[in-house]
């Protein structure tokens, strides 16, 4: 059994990669199960066999406690400490090839906070791995491209395990865009050269700090175009996946 959890700014597209990707695999012929692991997930696109709000929700939480939505959020992931083995279980009892888990709309939760690494670990021993969503609308902007680069940094240095990056809701760029940020991703001094154009001077400094921080820890960014709704990059991420996993073999033999 191998792990993918699918991680991103919010409206990101988590959800829908989690049932366009799952639903894609499934008729590569690969035994995969979809997990939400998001408690405050309204509607969950995908049948998911396995899903916290079976013991937690958000919305009781706000209720119970008196909590806004935020709080709320911040207080049902501490909760899921507390279910954790359940939910291990549950996924165990499928016995899946491969996992993909549907994470919280606030990631700074997941990633910021030692909760996300404690549920990783809590869920299962087997090998685990981070698809990290650089979402497209936002990346056309050469400083949220860094701002990005930096929290999956942050990400990967936290959960110390592998990152496969992808731009995610690739569709809604042009083919020029597509290629700037390839060009970004690239060679550095380009994305550089592109932030300083757009922002401030103390925006730019910023950037460039941003930027050293990454290279020093030894992080390259190379995203994947990927789209829910085209299929776009799915061979491309699925071919990745396997390379990380299993060697570039299939999951389910
Ligand atoms: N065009 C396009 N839209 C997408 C794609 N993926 C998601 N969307 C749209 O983006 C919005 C957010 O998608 P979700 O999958 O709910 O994003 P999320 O990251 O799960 O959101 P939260 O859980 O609320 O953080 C929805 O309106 C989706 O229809 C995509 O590949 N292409
Ligand atoms: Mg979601």
Redesign the pocket.
């Known amino acids: 059994m191998n792990l993918a959890f699918i991680i991103?700014t919010?409206?990101?597209?988590?959800?829908?990669?989690t049932a366009s990707f799952t639903r894609w695999l499934e008729l590569q012929g690969e035994d995969v199960l979809a997990v939400n692991l998001?408690p405050g997930?309204i509607i969950v696109p995908y049948p998911a066999n396995v899903d916290v709000r079976d013991y937690i929700t958000v919305e009781e939480v706000m209720e119970r406690y008196g909590l806004g939505p935020n709080g709320g959020l911040v207080y049902a992931c501490d909760m899921m400490i507390e279910i954790i083995n359940k939910l291990a279980r549950e996924i165990e009892s499928f016995d899946p090839d491969l996992v993909v888990l549907?994470t919280?709309?606030q990631m700074e939760l997941f990633a910021f906070r030692d909760i996300g690494v404690k549920i990783a670990e809590g869920l299962s021993d087997e090998p685990k791995g981070i698809i990290y969503l650089f979402d497209a609308t936002y990346c056309r902007n050469p400083l949220n491209y860094v701002m990005n680069m930096f929290i999956a940094s942050a990400i990967a240095n936290r959960f110390l395990l592998p990152l496969i990056p992808i731009l995610?809701?690739a569709?809604?760029l042009s083919e020029a865009e597509l290629e700037e940020i390839q060009r970004w991703s690239e060679d550095p001094a380009l994305l550089q050269d592109a932030v300083g154009r757009e922002v401030s001077e103390m925006d730019r400094v910023i950037s460039q700090d941003m930027m050293e921080i990454i290279n020093r820890l030894g992080m390259e960014f190379s995203p994947i175009p990927v789209?829910?709704?085209t299929y776009m990059g799915f061979t491309e991420l699925y071919a990745e996946l396997s390379r990380v996993f299993v060697e570039g073999e299939r999951f389910t033999q």
Request: net charge negative; hydrophobic share 20%; no cysteine.
């Open positions: 991103g919010a409206g990101s597209g988590k959800t829908e990669l998001d997930a549907d919280p709309g995610s809701k569709d809604l789209s829910s709704k």
